[in-house]
């Protein structure tokens, strides 16, 4: 017994309009369909081979990720970055590593994890420039304002109206502490607010 129903449908393969005999014909003939199945074949097996070809080139990391002492090279590969730059790091004593023969420095595996834990900044250390020095000091002397406590220069230009040179004539008449992070020159809002409310 054949359907008596009629619908026009859109093929999901080709996208050509098309009159179906059942409310879920998705293909407008027997070639689209089979096209379609080789197509969602295909996609399957490029995914396959994407995940395999992944998981080739992340075995040598899980497999440095369970050793307990690193080479040289190991630590580069996982840090991606140059042997230079990890020799660099341990003659600055960021990195500790051992020297157990003339070709042969070993680092740590739990050495080079406590390199992320621990805080990257501290109050004043050591060999700090002078221009940090400046800086960490005027921060002191506004009061240790956190950066959301602030303004950078922008928006007191557009909060206030004030023009770029006025605010810096306004911010050296007063001496307010203007603290440059990054591209960013920044001033507290307390100060601001109150000289120019």
Same mark, same amino acid.
């Given at each position: 017994?054949?359907?008596?129903?009629?619908?026009?449908?859109?093929?999901?393969?080709?996208?050509?309009?098309?009159?179906?005999?059942?409310?879920?014909?998705?293909?407008?003939?027997?070639?689209?369909?089979?096209?379609?199945?080789?197509?969602?074949?295909?996609?399957?097996?490029?995914?396959?081979?994407?995940?395999?070809?992944?998981?080739?080139?992340?075995?040598?990391?899980?497999?440095?990720?369970?050793?307990?002492?690193?080479?040289?090279?190991?630590?580069?590969? *996982?840090? +991606?970055?140059?042997? %230079?730059?990890?020799?660099?790091? =341990?003659?600055? @004593?960021?990195?500790?590593? #051992?020297?157990?023969?003339?070709?042969?420095?070993?680092?740590?595996?739990?050495?080079?994890?406590?390199?992320?834990?621990?805080?990257?900044?501290?109050?004043?250390?050591?060999?700090?420039?002078?221009?940090?020095?400046?800086?960490?000091?005027?921060?002191?002397?506004?009061?240790?304002?956190?950066?959301?406590?602030?303004?950078?220069?922008?928006?007191?230009?557009?909060?206030?109206?004030?023009?770029?040179?006025? *605010?810096? +004539?306004?911010?050296? %008449?007063?001496?307010?502490?203007? =603290?440059?992070? @990054?591209?960013?020159?920044? #001033?507290?809002?307390?100060?601001?607010?109150?000289?120019?409310?």
């Amino acid at each position: 017994m054949s359907s008596k129903i009629e619908v026009q449908r859109i093929c999901q393969y080709c996208g050509n309009e098309f009159t179906a005999r059942t409310t879920v014909t998705r293909f407008c003939s027997h070639k689209c369909n089979k096209a379609a199945y080789k197509q969602k074949e295909r996609a399957g097996k490029v995914e396959t081979s994407n995940k395999q070809t992944q998981q080739i080139k992340t075995q040598p990391i899980e497999i440095l990720k369970a050793k307990e002492f690193l080479t040289v090279r190991d630590v580069a590969t *996982l840090l +991606n970055s140059s042997i %230079r730059t990890v020799y660099r790091l =341990i003659e600055q @004593g960021n990195i500790k590593a #051992v020297n157990i023969a003339q070709r042969k420095t070993l680092v740590k595996r739990s050495d080079l994890d406590k390199l992320f834990k621990e805080p990257t900044h501290r109050t004043q250390p050591e060999g700090i420039p002078e221009t940090q020095k400046q800086e960490i000091n005027e921060w002191v002397q506004a009061g240790g304002f956190e950066i959301p406590d602030c303004y950078n220069l922008t928006e007191v230009q557009d909060k206030y109206g004030i023009s770029e040179t006025a *605010l810096q +004539n306004l911010i050296k %008449r007063n001496s307010i502490p203007k =603290i440059k992070k @990054g591209w960013f020159a920044y #001033v507290p809002k307390v100060v601001i607010d109150k000289l120019l409310s």
